[in-house]
């Protein structure tokens, strides 16, 4: 059951909220009139489309994957697949990555009926390019034409490292976006994009696609998509089980009790690992967790364990208790010798004496530190996560034996998401981004081109402000290396520093998993056809939606 706020305000509000979506998805029919019901456990949500804020409702449901369409599907599940041509037919990289010649499709069409062009997409480009708070990926574009059909994007250094961050770059209409004075901060009411969805309405707790009279391929059989934002976990899963939900990323921590078993033959889960982890990232420029070896010590205490089996129900993010923070046994041939069989195992003595020769002390059962502060620790999380929730409960306690005073803040989904862009917190679980390298991993933790000072947003990384010029140069020699040998020395070295300064302390491999039911659509990705991950917030949803047919 998922926590929430005490307040009985807070409470008759959560229940009102629940009973609402309940209400509003009560005998809503799926597959024989074409409607997909997709929910997610995110709360009420304030009404913004904007595709490029991670704070918008349009990122929160995942909805924005329908509306506006990416250069090329990139496969998570499947990182040495090759990239699935969409709005890009082809594409040709010369100079080592340094400049990328793209072919955009004809026939492609913006929702409002202008064609789409080369034009867009350069557009889209100088846009990221002005405007760094819609920039969120951090990638450094230079030159940008266009002519023809083609788009052609220079880069003052490789992007080996940056190619699906490119590819799953979606395209805005430049005639809509030149006219908006301040992007970062538009909302954007009646979004127009290329994809086969239109918006048809929004309410705080449902927001409803319909599909579009004509497409630049065949029409999807999904005719309506319900984005329902369920009040916490604990009703979504209700959702789920009852069938009034059909599509879900949500953590569920007695699946097998309180839904497969509803309707074994229907109710399907697939969770496939992906290179990313999550995490207790600290604010770095909070006192006193600026100091690293507060942070060591926080790592040898956390248990992991207890995090997997119970915050984690054994089976959603699976644990990682390398001191680098790398997962296997997916990542094992990347980690360095020294720290091949470095297993990070609760051992309060030890984090005691690296306190102690490092200048804290222990008052009675309290940490102080140098200065004679105690030493206290807020984490933040939404109110509805209740894996996250159970988490943090968990290092709530297992702080406590080294003297800190640790403290669960709750919040709603989107309070959370801006705390976090803005660095408004102390602590708090989050994820990394997912690649088909370890880059991803450390470059989300690490890199100093995606560090903005605390009170601005409009990131994606680095929430914890972490500064090292070493970091950052590692991270550049990765992604410029001339050959693997190179790019193997600068990925130790991120290694060493991660150990060294314990930015985040990893506890935990993602996942691009779903819930799915084949009660009313066939043709979701699976174990025996992984084309896909199956959260309908990546970037692959709208090639999973393309997928579905109606049952038989």
Sequence with gaps: MRLRRTSALAVAAALLFSAACSASNEGAKSGGNGVLNVGMPNGPQTENNNPFLNSSAASSLGYRRLIFEPLAMVNEVEVTEPFKPWLATKWEWSDNYSKLKLTIRDGATWSDGKPLTAEDVAFTFELLKNNPGLNIEGVQYGDISFAGNEVTLGFARSQFVNQKK????????????????????????????????VLKSFTPQTVTL???????????????????????????????????????FVFIPNYQAVYTSKDPQHYKLWFPPVLGVHGLWFNTKSKPWDNPVLRRAVNQVVNRDDIFLQGEAGYFYP???????????????????????????????????LLTE????????????????????????????????TDLEIIKDNVAEIGIEATVDLQNADSWTKALDVGDFQAAMHWTNNGPTLYDIYQSIMDGALYKPIGTGGINGNYGRYESAEATKALQDYANA???????????????????????????????????????WVGWPEESNPYGPAQPTLENALDVVMHLKPAA
Aim: aromatic share 10%; hydrophobic share 30%.
């Design 319 to 353: 644990k990682v208790d390398n001191i680098t923070g790398i997962p296997t046994p997916a990542g094992d041939s990347f980690i360095a010798p020294e720290f091949k069989d470095k297993i990070v195992e609760v051992d309060v003595d030890a984090a005691k004496k």
């Design 482 to 520: 001339p050959d693997e040998k190179t790019r193997t020395e600068a990925l130790y070295a991120l290694q060493r520093l991660h150990v060294r300064d314990m930015p985040v302390v990893i506890t935990s491999a993602a996942n691009g998993g779903g819930q799915y039911s084949t009660k009313n």
């Design 358 to 389: 490092n200048g804290f002390k222990f008052d009675g059962d309290k940490l102080k530190t140098p200065e004679g502060e105690q030493v206290t620790l807020e984490m933040t999380v939404p109110s509805g996560w209740s894996d996250y929730v």
């Design 210 to 248: 319909t599909v579009r009279d004509r497409y630049w391929q065949d029409l999807p059989q999904v005719k309506e998509v319900r984005y329902t934002s369920y009040s916490d976990n604990n009703a979504q899963t209700t959702a789920l089980a009852t069938g009034a939900s059909e599509w879900s």
């Design 166 to 197: 490119i590819f799953e770059q979606f395209v805005v209409p430049k005639h809509i976006w030149s006219t908006i004075s301040n992007p970062s901060t538009e909302t954007l009411k009646n979004p127009v994009g290329s994809g086969p969805y």
